[in-house]
Protein backbone atom coordinates (compact mmCIF):
# COMPACT_ATOMS: atom_id res chain seq x y z
CA UNK A 1 0.00 0.00 0.00
CA UNK A 2 1.31 3.40 -1.27
CA UNK A 3 1.81 5.75 1.86
CA UNK A 4 2.96 9.17 2.31
CA UNK A 5 2.86 10.82 5.79
CA UNK A 6 3.64 14.56 6.33
CA UNK A 7 5.39 16.20 9.15
CA UNK A 8 6.87 18.83 10.47
CA UNK A 9 3.86 21.47 10.51
CA UNK A 10 2.93 24.28 13.03
CA UNK A 11 2.85 27.58 14.21
CA UNK A 12 5.74 30.13 13.18
CA UNK A 13 6.48 33.20 13.27
CA UNK A 14 6.26 35.67 10.33
CA UNK A 15 9.77 35.86 8.68
CA UNK A 16 11.34 32.58 10.20
CA UNK A 17 11.92 29.00 8.25
CA UNK A 18 10.32 25.55 8.32
CA UNK A 19 11.08 22.39 6.64
CA UNK A 20 8.36 19.56 6.54
CA UNK A 21 9.16 15.94 5.60
CA UNK A 22 7.29 13.27 3.68
CA UNK A 23 7.72 9.95 4.73
CA UNK A 24 7.09 7.07 1.84
CA UNK A 25 6.27 3.35 1.86
CA UNK A 26 4.91 0.78 -0.20
CA UNK A 27 6.22 1.39 -3.35
CA UNK A 28 10.11 2.14 -4.46
CA UNK A 29 10.30 5.69 -4.29
CA UNK A 30 13.94 6.18 -6.17
CA UNK A 31 11.39 5.64 -9.23
CA UNK A 32 9.30 8.14 -8.86
CA UNK A 33 9.48 12.01 -8.97
CA UNK A 34 7.73 13.33 -6.67
CA UNK A 35 5.77 16.87 -5.19
CA UNK A 36 4.44 19.19 -3.18
CA UNK A 37 0.68 20.80 -3.01
CA UNK A 38 -0.47 23.43 -0.57
CA UNK A 39 -4.40 24.33 0.46
CA UNK A 40 -5.25 27.41 2.40
CA UNK A 41 -7.70 27.25 4.85
CA UNK A 42 -11.35 27.16 2.66
CA UNK A 43 -9.39 27.61 -0.31
CA UNK A 44 -8.38 25.75 -3.70
CA UNK A 45 -5.00 23.76 -4.47
CA UNK A 46 -1.60 25.37 -5.39
CA UNK A 47 1.16 23.40 -6.95
CA UNK A 48 4.43 24.19 -5.44
CA UNK A 49 6.56 21.80 -7.45
CA UNK A 50 8.15 18.26 -7.93
CA UNK A 51 11.12 16.84 -7.96
CA UNK A 52 13.01 14.47 -10.07
CA UNK A 53 13.93 10.75 -9.02
CA UNK A 54 17.70 11.68 -8.86
CA UNK A 55 17.31 15.17 -7.69
CA UNK A 56 18.90 16.89 -10.39
CA UNK A 57 15.43 18.49 -12.14
CA UNK A 58 13.35 20.46 -9.77
CA UNK A 59 10.45 22.57 -11.04
CA UNK A 60 8.74 25.02 -9.22
CA UNK A 61 5.58 27.48 -9.30
CA UNK A 62 7.47 31.05 -10.37
CA UNK A 63 6.33 32.79 -7.35
CA UNK A 64 7.73 30.10 -4.78
CA UNK A 65 10.77 29.88 -6.25
CA UNK A 66 12.54 31.81 -4.29
CA UNK A 67 10.96 30.99 -0.57
CA UNK A 68 10.47 26.96 -0.86
CA UNK A 69 14.06 24.20 -2.04
CA UNK A 70 12.43 21.14 -2.42
CA UNK A 71 14.96 18.41 -1.88
CA UNK A 72 15.23 14.38 -0.96
CA UNK A 73 17.02 11.53 0.22
CA UNK A 74 16.21 8.27 -1.87
CA UNK A 75 18.16 6.44 0.84
CA UNK A 76 15.28 7.75 3.73
CA UNK A 77 12.68 7.14 0.91
CA UNK A 78 12.15 10.99 2.25
CA UNK A 79 11.07 13.86 0.75
CA UNK A 80 11.56 17.31 1.60
CA UNK A 81 10.13 20.98 1.68
CA UNK A 82 12.07 24.00 3.38
CA UNK A 83 10.28 26.99 3.28
CA UNK A 84 11.91 30.14 4.20
CA UNK A 85 10.87 34.04 4.84
CA UNK A 86 7.26 32.90 5.86
CA UNK A 87 4.22 35.14 5.72
CA UNK A 88 0.96 34.62 6.35
CA UNK A 89 0.34 34.31 2.87
CA UNK A 90 2.06 31.03 3.43
CA UNK A 91 -1.04 29.56 6.10
CA UNK A 92 -1.91 26.34 4.53
CA UNK A 93 -2.49 22.91 4.70
CA UNK A 94 1.09 21.28 2.99
CA UNK A 95 0.93 18.18 1.28
CA UNK A 96 3.33 15.70 -0.52
CA UNK A 97 2.01 13.85 -3.38
CA UNK A 98 3.59 11.14 -5.81
CA UNK A 99 3.79 12.01 -9.28
CA UNK A 100 4.37 9.26 -11.96
CA UNK A 101 4.34 11.27 -14.93
CA UNK A 102 0.87 11.53 -15.25
CA UNK A 103 -0.36 14.37 -12.31
CA UNK A 104 -0.30 13.14 -8.83
CA UNK A 105 -1.79 9.99 -8.09
CA UNK A 106 -1.12 9.70 -4.07
CA UNK A 107 -1.16 11.76 -1.80
CA UNK A 108 -0.42 12.55 2.02
CA UNK A 109 -3.01 13.44 4.67
CA UNK A 110 -1.10 17.11 4.94
CA UNK A 111 0.21 18.59 7.48
CA UNK A 112 -0.70 22.42 8.43
CA UNK A 113 1.38 25.31 9.06
CA UNK A 114 0.38 28.28 10.46
CA UNK A 115 2.38 31.54 10.02
CA UNK A 116 1.44 33.97 12.81
CA UNK A 117 2.99 35.76 15.49
CA UNK B 1 1.13 29.77 -16.74
CA UNK B 2 -2.03 27.89 -18.20
CA UNK B 3 -5.33 28.75 -16.84
CA UNK B 4 -7.47 26.44 -15.70
CA UNK B 5 -11.33 27.91 -15.53
CA UNK B 6 -13.31 25.59 -14.10
CA UNK B 7 -17.80 25.42 -13.52
CA UNK B 8 -19.67 25.49 -11.49
CA UNK B 9 -18.60 27.01 -8.54
CA UNK B 10 -21.00 24.82 -6.76
CA UNK B 11 -23.61 22.74 -7.53
CA UNK B 12 -26.80 20.93 -5.99
CA UNK B 13 -28.43 17.79 -7.00
CA UNK B 14 -29.80 14.60 -6.33
CA UNK B 15 -29.18 11.46 -5.78
CA UNK B 16 -29.50 9.42 -9.16
CA UNK B 17 -28.92 12.15 -11.19
CA UNK B 18 -26.39 12.41 -13.83
CA UNK B 19 -23.45 15.44 -13.03
CA UNK B 20 -21.09 17.36 -15.17
CA UNK B 21 -18.20 19.82 -14.64
CA UNK B 22 -16.41 21.37 -17.01
CA UNK B 23 -12.51 23.03 -16.92
CA UNK B 24 -11.23 25.22 -19.74
CA UNK B 25 -7.72 26.00 -20.41
CA UNK B 26 -6.43 29.15 -21.45
CA UNK B 27 -4.72 27.56 -24.13
CA UNK B 28 -4.38 23.47 -25.78
CA UNK B 29 -2.94 21.21 -22.96
CA UNK B 30 -2.99 18.05 -25.45
CA UNK B 31 -4.88 16.04 -23.21
CA UNK B 32 -2.72 16.81 -20.19
CA UNK B 33 -5.29 17.03 -17.63
CA UNK B 34 -6.28 15.55 -13.85
CA UNK B 35 -9.48 15.61 -11.98
CA UNK B 36 -9.61 15.19 -7.96
CA UNK B 37 -11.95 14.66 -5.60
CA UNK B 38 -11.55 15.92 -2.40
CA UNK B 39 -13.79 15.04 0.93
CA UNK B 40 -14.25 17.37 3.75
CA UNK B 41 -10.69 17.36 5.92
CA UNK B 42 -9.26 14.82 3.50
CA UNK B 43 -6.99 15.48 0.94
CA UNK B 44 -7.81 15.30 -3.03
CA UNK B 45 -7.86 11.51 -4.19
CA UNK B 46 -6.96 11.05 -8.15
CA UNK B 47 -9.40 10.25 -10.49
CA UNK B 48 -9.35 10.57 -14.01
CA UNK B 49 -5.81 11.22 -15.76
CA UNK B 50 -4.79 12.05 -19.66
CA UNK B 51 -8.30 13.50 -20.00
CA UNK B 52 -10.35 10.21 -19.87
CA UNK B 53 -8.29 7.57 -17.95
CA UNK B 54 -9.42 5.97 -14.88
CA UNK B 55 -7.35 5.52 -11.43
CA UNK B 56 -7.44 2.14 -9.98
CA UNK B 57 -10.25 1.82 -7.94
CA UNK B 58 -12.26 4.58 -8.85
CA UNK B 59 -15.94 3.59 -9.78
CA UNK B 60 -16.64 3.47 -13.10
CA UNK B 61 -20.17 5.86 -12.68
CA UNK B 62 -17.11 8.77 -13.30
CA UNK B 63 -15.55 9.55 -16.74
CA UNK B 64 -13.77 12.30 -18.43
CA UNK B 65 -13.95 13.26 -22.19
CA UNK B 66 -12.29 16.44 -24.13
CA UNK B 67 -9.64 17.78 -25.86
CA UNK B 68 -7.35 21.11 -26.62
CA UNK B 69 -8.93 23.49 -23.98
CA UNK B 70 -11.92 21.79 -23.03
CA UNK B 71 -12.16 19.09 -20.55
CA UNK B 72 -15.50 17.85 -18.57
CA UNK B 73 -16.14 15.41 -15.68
CA UNK B 74 -19.16 13.55 -15.41
CA UNK B 75 -20.75 11.60 -12.59
CA UNK B 76 -23.45 9.26 -13.43
CA UNK B 77 -25.82 7.83 -10.82
CA UNK B 78 -25.07 10.34 -8.52
CA UNK B 79 -24.09 8.65 -4.91
CA UNK B 80 -24.11 9.91 -1.71
CA UNK B 81 -20.61 9.41 -1.21
CA UNK B 82 -20.25 11.71 -3.80
CA UNK B 83 -20.33 14.78 -1.88
CA UNK B 84 -17.02 16.14 -2.48
CA UNK B 85 -15.06 19.41 -4.21
CA UNK B 86 -13.52 18.62 -7.62
CA UNK B 87 -10.74 19.80 -8.66
CA UNK B 88 -9.00 19.75 -12.35
CA UNK B 89 -5.18 19.91 -12.91
CA UNK B 90 -3.31 20.60 -16.41
CA UNK B 91 0.53 18.87 -16.02
CA UNK B 92 1.11 19.49 -19.51
CA UNK B 93 3.41 22.23 -19.18
CA UNK B 94 5.06 24.11 -16.29
CA UNK B 95 3.99 25.74 -13.20
CA UNK B 96 1.17 22.77 -13.29
CA UNK B 97 -1.78 24.62 -12.80
CA UNK B 98 -5.57 24.02 -10.29
CA UNK B 99 -8.93 24.85 -11.21
CA UNK B 100 -10.69 26.76 -8.74
CA UNK B 101 -12.46 23.72 -7.49
CA UNK B 102 -16.68 22.89 -8.01
CA UNK B 103 -18.70 22.02 -4.62
CA UNK B 104 -20.80 18.96 -5.51
CA UNK B 105 -23.99 18.74 -2.51
CA UNK B 106 -27.02 16.80 -2.47
CA UNK B 107 -30.40 19.03 -3.12
Known amino acids: EVKLVESGGGLVQPGRSLKLSCAAS????????MGWVRQAPGKGLEWIGEINKDSSTINYTPSLKDKFTISRDNAQNTLYLQMSKLGSEDTAIYYCARAPGYSFDYWGQGVMVTVSS | DIQMTQSPASLSASLGETVTIECRASEDIYNGLAWYQQKPGKSPQLLIYNANSLHTGVPSRFSGSGSGTQYSLKINSLQSEDVASYFC?????????FGGGTKLELK
Open chain 2, 89 to 97: QQYYDYPWT
Open chain 1, 26 to 33: GFNFNDYW
